[in-house]
């Protein structure tokens, strides 16, 4: 026994790193060289700086992002065990709850009990119907305005001011004001004549279905172009971004396109058709995602609010976002496909 | 015998000729109003004009009720013969909005932060942007991508996961499918610091082109420098100049309008958010801020009136103005720059 002992040779720990620099170093100074190497490619020094310019993303996404993302999939995906213990704080001299977290998987059972939740899914139903009722008349709209702002006409300068108002300003906390503030009109006009029309909106729908009921037009297009009118407001706001990109890819245009289609006598609505529209068609593919992205992630979206503020188990709510995601992912999927169908890419040399 | 063209006078922008057989100026005044064009124009330019003028009322009238509305008092509100002109102004809701709810404490905290953000997300996003555009390296188009698909996940989904992260802050990975990971900075200090309800969290993710919206700025500076031609880097290259250099010296001075645009949305979208400032400020130690003004009424104005609600809007949207008032004039000064940025970025799809 005492043998085995006696022939076992002592190392000690210096050793042991003298050991594992001694097998690293010779890999790392090769490696070093590599990095350093005095002469290499352009492409190849291009190539390093680019990762040093996207390096606080790269960086972002692994330290912050990830971890983030994965916790947020594995709580829908989870139960929790939050007890919350009030401990005294001898800073503030005051109870203050401190959570104690933990979590345990529960597979699919979240997920199970969003997709049974019929008030969740009515308020998904509405928020996908509102955006996909908004976002053609948003691109039409923002197109519409960015071709008549790029127009020369009197007080150009102005109405553009006031046109990207909105984006600046009618945000986040806004939003929240401005939504009371049409709450606050609708219980001002009181009793309503019994057509159901809020005193806000600008067009009665009963009179114009009246308008429209000896001719051959669907009632359908009448409630939704009403429903554009009266939801003006929203839109407007709603567009402002839009309307900077789309003047951005309309200066983009040469005018020398514009005057070889003056000088071979192409009226306005022909030159729009076959010459700004295809050149702006990029702009509309990335407009229409944004405004679906948009409408989405707006603080004042339905699901996603009843998702977030949901009073039960705190997974569902995750699940529910999720399941909403996934949703508004596939929209994206379509509204992209369609869009680029007929996108033309101008051949850039 | 023909005799050549004399020029009469000629200013900066218009040259007056003489030549055989022009007309007096009343026929040629003439000749023009009966071309069958012109009316088309004239009638086209007034349908322009007021059109414009419609929407821009649009945007504006909510502004003009709210600040109409701010100088009312409680019996002007309840009364339905006042509409804007109130009848006893008063400016008490001001005065109790920045005493009692500590409007200027407010102003300072929300200076700082989106100061802060608007500076730090400017920045990364012409890093990224710039990494993005201009260098062609491995994962270059997934990198764009992975830009786009951390704009599509809303924040709301990952609003818990992101609350308990910075909630007990590491470096390393902290996700709870392993609670006993031990970050760098446990390993370091021996604990993982909260650091909510302080500005950390924003300057971080901020730092990582991750914050609110930073998807599009991101975006918008790729863009951007896509539309810069090569051959100026090339130039600056060939002069010595290596990859920083030229992007400090030549690139940063040349987008300066673009980051403008994109200060201006950052610095404005942070300021009105309360999204963020929801998820990461929580309790007595949350530092105070802009958007709060509405979540409390000022106890002056508190009363037992039945025409409280709706005074409650008004004390709201008053505080709305508080809110926006910098912002506005923020944006007199910037609007100018915010359209030039987008329109000589030329944006290309």
Known sequence: ?349 | MESTPVIKKETKNRISVDYEGKLSYKERLLKKISASNTWIKVVVNIFRFILMLGVSYVILFPFVSKVAGSFMSMNDVVDATVSLIPKNPTLDIYKYLITDNRYFEAFGNTILLSGLCAIVQTFVSCLVGYGLAKFKFKGNGFLFALVIAIMIIPHGTLELAMKRFFADFDLIIPISLDEHMTGILELFTGERPNITNTFTPFVLLSLGGLAFKNGLYIYLMRQFFKGVPDELEESAYVDGAGTFRTFLQIILPLSVPMMITVFLFSFSWQWTDMFYTDVFFEGTKAPWMLPNLIDEIPIHLQSEHPGAAIYEVVIHNTAGILIILPLVILYLFGQRYLVQGIERSGLVG
Request: with cysteine; net charge negative; hydrophobic share 50%.
């Open chain 1, 1 to 349: 026994m005492s043998n085995n002992n006696e022939n076992v040779v002592k190392t000690s720990p210096l050793d042991a790193v003298k050991a594992f620099f001694g097998k690293i170093l010779p890999a790392t100074s090769g490696f070093f060289k590599k990095l350093f190497k005095p002469r290499r490619s352009l492409d190849a020094t291009k190539a390093r700086a680019g990762y040093f310019f996207v390096l606080p993303f790269i960086l972002g996404v692994v330290l912050i992002y990830l971890p983030i993302f994965i916790d947020s999939v594995w709580y829908s995906f989870s139960n929790f065990t939050d007890i919350q213990v009030e401990v005294w704080d001898e800073e503030l001299g005051a109870n203050i709850i401190k959570h104690i977290t933990g979590t345990t998987g529960v597979g699919f059972e979240h997920y199970v009990t969003a997709f049974e939740d019929q008030t969740f899914y009515q308020k998904l139903l509405a928020s996908v119907q509102e955006m996909l009722f908004q976002v053609p008349a948003i691109i039409i709209f923002s197109l519409f305005i960015a071709v008549v702002l790029n127009q020369k006409m009197l007080g150009r300068a102005a109405f553009r001011a006031i046109f990207f108002i909105p984006v600046i300003i009618s945000t986040g906390v806004m939003e929240s004001i401005n939504a009371e503030d049409f709450m606050k009109e609708e219980m001002g006009s009181g009793i309503n004549d019994g057509t159901q029309q809020n005193s806000n909106d600008i067009i009665n729908i009963l009179d114009v279905q009246n308008l429209f009921a000896s001719m051959k037009v669907g009632t359908e297009l009448v409630t939704y172009v009403v429903g554009l009118v009266n939801d003006i407001y929203n839109i407007i706001n709603y567009s402002g971004v839009q309307m900077l990109i789309f003047l951005a890819g309309l200066q983009s245009i040469s005018p020398s396109i514009y005057e070889a289609c003056q000088i071979e006598g192409a009226t306005g609505w022909e030159t729009f058709w076959k010459v700004t529209f295809p050149m702006i068609s990029p702009m509309i593919l990335v407009n229409a995602v944004y405004t679906v992205i948009d409408a989405f992630t707006r603080t004042t979206n339905p699901a996603m609010n009843y998702a977030s503020d949901y009073s039960g188990t705190p997974g569902v709510g995750v699940a529910m976002s999720w399941i909403y995601f996934l949703i508004v992912t596939l929209i994206i999927a379509i509204v992209g496909a369609i869009a680029s169908s007929f996108v033309f890419y101008q051949r850039r040399d």
